[in-house]
């Protein structure tokens, strides 16, 4: 089998194999990233600011060609179902070993790195979205804080993956669900995300030591929990913050 995914077919929601969708995903890319209010049009002017810094344009090109490098490693067959679990994964710890070969920066190795890891993200929440009709302010947060800077590249490329599969059972109106779910993610960032990242934390490593706890990876997950909270507006205070903390850990 080849690396490159020459020859690995894909589900019947695509219509080339892994190699010549790689190919057609750069191809979108090239028209996304010269028209992209084409594609995303609540977004257009912004996402012309976010790619006039030309290394953007550069690490998205290259997303695009190497976001399913992943597949074939990750290819497996239950009957005549094909599936490639975990290749965002695997294709972004490939990538690395090829960015080293090429001795590229580690800025432009990282973040195409993190693309190709993330890629499938918007796909996950738009069948979430699908079924639900909205995405909750966690999904939002997890999305926002793992894709730091780059949110709108990540949707960017989910177009270009999206576009570049048109095989007979993909769901219809991919791309307006992507366009539709990004806006969603807009609003639920700036309204719910970003304000609670901004503030003060409510709790501290202080006050869980103050709760006679011993500093360790399990601080994380508690002060994750109360930001968690606080962007589904559960929790609004210290006192409240902290009655959370209590529950998380009685039902640990």
């Known amino acids: 089998m080849s690396w490159t995914g020459a020859g690995v077919m894909q589900p019947a929601s695509h219509h080339l194999d892994v190699l010549d969708h790689n190919l057609e995903a750069l191809r979108w890319m090239e028209r996304i990233v010269a028209q992209p209010a084409d ?130 059972e993909k769901p219809p109106g991919m791309e307006k669900e992507l366009a539709a779910l990004y806006t969603q993610v807009l609003d639920v960032c700036k309204t719910q995300v970003a304000p609670v990242l901004a503030g003060p934390r409510l709790v501290t490593g202080k006050d869980l030591i103050a709760m006679g706890l011993v500093p360790g990876p399990l601080f994380k997950d508690i002060l994750a929990e109360v930001e968690k909270a606080q962007v589904e507006g559960k929790v609004h205070d210290r006192l409240q913050a902290l009655d959370r903390v209590r529950r998380f850990l009685a039902d640990r």
């Open 39 to 168: 594609f995303y049009p609540d977004q257009g002017e912004d996402l012309v600011q976010y790619l006039a810094v030309d290394k953007r344009v550069v690490w998205l090109k290259w997303a695009a060609l190497f976001h399913d490098l992943g597949k074939p490693a990750a290819l497996r067959l239950a009957g005549e179902r094909i599936t490639f679990y975990n290749h965002e994964r695997l294709g972004a710890e490939l990538f690395a070993a090829v960015a080293k070969r090429l001795r590229w920066s580690r800025e432009k190795h990282e973040r195409i790195a993190s693309f190709v890891a993330l890629h499938m993200w918007p796909f996950h929440l738009s069948n979430v979205r699908r079924k639900r009709g909205a995405v909750t302010g966690r999904a939002c947060l997890k999305m926002y804080k793992a894709a730091d800077d780059e949110l709108a590249g990540l949707f960017l490329l989910a177009m270009a993956d999206s576009l570049a599969g048109q095989g007979p």
